[in-house]
């Protein structure tokens, strides 16, 4: 059957349950890295061989975002009309919810397990934290702290990282599955691709390639990994994933632009950051005080993604302002959804894992490299023995 690169099925591939990673390897450096160039073209090596691949002043975009230890699995106590049970559950924190005028209690959305436990006006109680449920959401639940201590308060002392659910819980995977760079609390998965990189890996990369290293930060939602569900991946809708837009990165990306520099990806979180920053520009660029020939390209590059890309990618609706700039520093937030068709007008290369076939990441990753070399790839990594997921071995792909 013809591959179509807007039906579901066509990502779908069969991987056996002995391919899937359930530990990262020591040290970080000798996964294995398969490189896929535009022509299909690939090679075969590891980590270790990465400085020596890339471009002279390689502009290399790392996400310094750090998982929260955002799911609660426990006993607690639930006051109910009156009556007090003890049930076992499960809490998995999603965000905080703006406060209504006059209130400074933490407001909090969760999904919850089972759900019949949180009924609205429930009292939940867990060792010296209490939290109401307020309203019921096609997520799951809004809460509300009742005691004086802060959400986040709560899951630093009862929380453990949010393990995807391919890897079976362990102290190991617990331990391993935050980066080295981790700097900004905010996300319910690891950027995985950069787990890979150890402070030793990127000197090397700075050493042998002169490249310059951007830190920026996305939150990963649970949008990135929800499953896509739509046979149409089109139907699809994504999560909006919070993310802060710096002076320096907007500056970073532009220079290394003008100059003819290749944009590296570390990771898709950091595709979905600076293909994002095209459509966040028209909100910042008032704001965002960069150098004359970095606002010039900004604004020229930005025109052009919006032309090529509006509206099936591009729409006001999923592209917005949380906060002004302070301290060179603005929060927004992107629910861009990429897939093929989507003209790339920021990243020239991307470093990724391997990712599973109902998720969004392959419809993206098919929009740079081509959905038919992905395939090959990808079939090509299953025979050679390739670990797979977010504790797996990755790919480096040149922009086709």
Known sequence: MPLSPY??????????????????????????LLTLNPDG???????????????????????????LPARIKSAFSITHRGTIRERTGEILYLNLV??????????????VYPGDSFPIGAVVTLGGYEFETLEITY??????????????DMLMDYGIYPIPPYIEPSREAQDQY???????PGSLAAPTASLHFTRSLLEACETAAHAKLCYATLHVGIGTFKIVNQEDIRNHTMHAETMLVTRNILEAVAQAKLA??????????????????LYIWPLVETQANLSEEAKSWWQRQSDVSIDANHPEFVRDELFRLRSNFHDGVATAETSIFIYPGYEFGVVDEIVTNFHLPNSTLIPMI?????????????????SEGYRFYSFGDAMRLVKK
Do not use: C, W
């Open 366 to 382: 098919s929009a740079f490299a081509g959905l038919r070399n992905l395939k090959v790839a990808y079939e090509n990594a299953k």
């Open 260 to 277: 003819g520099n290749p944009v590296l990806a570390v990771g898709t979180t950091m595709v979905r950051y600076l293909e994002s920053l």
């Open 178 to 184: 935050q980066t080295e760079f981790a700097r900004h």
């Open 139 to 152: 997520q799951g639940r809004i809460f509300v702290m009742k005691s004086r201590n802060s959400a986040m």
């Open 98 to 111: 703006d406060l209504p005028a006059g209130e400074s209690a933490d407001r909090f959305e969760a999904m």
């Open 7 to 32: 039906l579901l099925s066509s990502y779908a591939y069969e991987l056996d349950p002995a391919n899937v990673a359930q530990v990262p390897v020591f040290p970080p450096e000798s996964a294995r």
């Open 41 to 67: 073209q690939m090679g075969h090596g590891d980590f270790f061989g990465l400085p020596g691949q890339l471009a002279d002043h390689t502009a290399m975009f790392l996400n310094d975002t750090k998982v």
